[in-house]
C-alpha cells in the first residue's frame, strides 16, 4: 500500500487567486494522478503525472490552469490558478504502487468565494 | 468514446445480505479494474483490483470480471452497516471511474 498526505486539507480562496496543493506519498511511485471530485459526483481525472516528463491533461483541462510539478518520485504539486467559484472542488492526489494498487489521498477541500 | 457505466441507485439490502453491485464498460480492450469504497466525506479507499476474468475473493467481498460480456461486479457478503457508502469501480489503464453507487445497509 501506500501512505498519501495532502497539504492544505481545506482552504477557501478568493476569485483570481491561485492555490498550490502538496501530495508526498511514504515510497517511491512512477505514476501519479490529480483528480477533481465534486460533490455528489464521481471522480474526474485532471492529469497524469510521471516523473521526469511533462504532466499528461486530460479533455477540459490545460497547464496553464492547472500546472503540475513532479520533481522526485515522492511528491507533486497541482496549482488551481485564477480561480472561479466553479474550481469549488475536493482536488485528490493518487498514485500507483509498482504492484499496480492505486491509492488516493485525503484530498484537499477548495471553496472559491 | 470510452466508458465505465454504473447504477447511480441507490441500493438498501438488509443486513446480513449479499449486496451487488455491477459496472458494464465499452472499451473490449480494458483488462483490469479497480474497487473503491467511499464514506461520505472520505476519499475512496480501494477495496480490491482484478485483473483476469473470472472471480476474486477477498474476504466478504468477491469481485467479477467477464469481458464477454464487458462486465465488472462486487458481491459483499454478510453486509454490515459499516458497509454503508459509495463504491466506485474504475477502469485500470485510463482510470476511468463510474458514477459509483450508493449502498445502504439496513439493520
Known amino acids: 500500500s501506500a501512505v498519501i498526505s495532502q497539504k492544505p486539507s481545506r482552504d477557501i480562496c478568493q476569485r483570481g487567486t491561485s492555490l498550490t496543493i502538496q501530495c508526498q506519498v511514504d515510497s517511491q511511485v512512477t505514476m501519479m494522478f490529480w483528480y477533481r471530485q465534486q460533490p455528489g459526483q464521481s471522480l474526474t481525472l485532471i492529469a497524469t503525472?510521471?516523473?521526469?516528463?511533462?504532466?499528461?491533461?486530460e479533455s477540459g483541462f490545460v497547464i496553464d490552469k492547472f500546472p503540475i510539478s513532479r520533481p522526485n518520485l515522492t511528491f507533486s504539486t497541482l496549482t488551481v490558478s485564477n480561480m472561479s467559484p466553479e474550481d469549488s472542488s475536493i482536488y485528490l492526489c493518487?498514485?500507483?504502487?509498482?504492484?499496480?494498487?492505486?491509492?488516493f489521498g485525503p484530498g484537499t477541500r477548495l471553496t472559491v468565494t | 468514446q470510452k466508458e465505465v457505466e454504473q447504477n447511480s441507485g441507490p441500493l438498501s439490502v438488509p443486513e446480513g445480505a449479499i449486496a451487488s453491485l455491477n459496472c458494464t464498460y465499452s472499451d473490449r480492450g480494458s483488462q483490469s479494474f479497480f474497487w473503491y469504497r467511499q464514506y461520505s466525506g472520505k476519499s475512496p479507499e480501494l477495496i480490491m483490483s482484478i485483473y483476469s476474468n473470472g472471480d476474486k475473493e477477498d474476504g466478504r467481498f468477491t469481485a467479477q470480471l467477464n469481458k464477454a460480456s464487458q462486465y465488472v461486479s462486487l458481491l459483499i457478503r454478510d453486509s454490515q452497516p459499516s458497509d454503508s457508502a459509495t463504491y466506485l469501480c474504475?477502469?485500470?489503464?485510463?482510470?476511468?471511474f463510474g458514477a459509483g453507487t450508493r449502498l445502504t445497509v439496513k439493520p
Open positions: 503525472a510521471n516523473q521526469g516528463s511533462e504532466a499528461t491533461y
Open positions: 493518487s498514485v500507483r504502487t509498482g504492484a499496480g494498487e492505486q491509492y
Open positions: 474504475a477502469e485500470y489503464n485510463d482510470m476511468r
